[in-house]
């Protein structure tokens, strides 16, 4: 993320999916992100909030399958405060958004 960074004129960010496989835990979704923000610039990651699963499921079933995990994005916006999360997976209306968790 730093070689990006350091090449581009705006911000980057990252988007990812809260694990893969068996590999789902919160606390490496939390390694993950204080690995990349302890060692670039980036400060905003796009959650989607549910993970991958690598065999058997067709992308288009990987975007319906695997349960959605909405509390891993809200502790993410508790545990790191200077960082800037948006949410992705599942939302099919505003109504559905939550305007109170809104992070600056």
Do not use: W
Request: proline share 7%.
């Amino acid at each position: 993320m730093s070689a990006i960074a350091a090449n581009c004129d705006v911000p980057v960010s990252v988007k990812c999916r809260i694990g893969v496989d068996d590999h789902d835990s919160y606390q490496e979704l939390c390694e993950f992100v204080d690995t990349v923000v302890s060692k670039s610039p980036t400060r905003h990651f796009i959650i989607h909030a549910r993970k991958a699963l690598l065999n058997g499921l067709s992308p288009a079933e990987n975007r319906k399958i695997p349960p959605l995990k909405y509390e891993y994005y809200y502790a993410l916006l508790r545990d790191f405060p200077e960082v800037h999360f948006t949410l992705n997976g599942g939302l099919t209306s505003i109504d559905q958004f939550d305007c109170r968790l809104v992070h600056p």
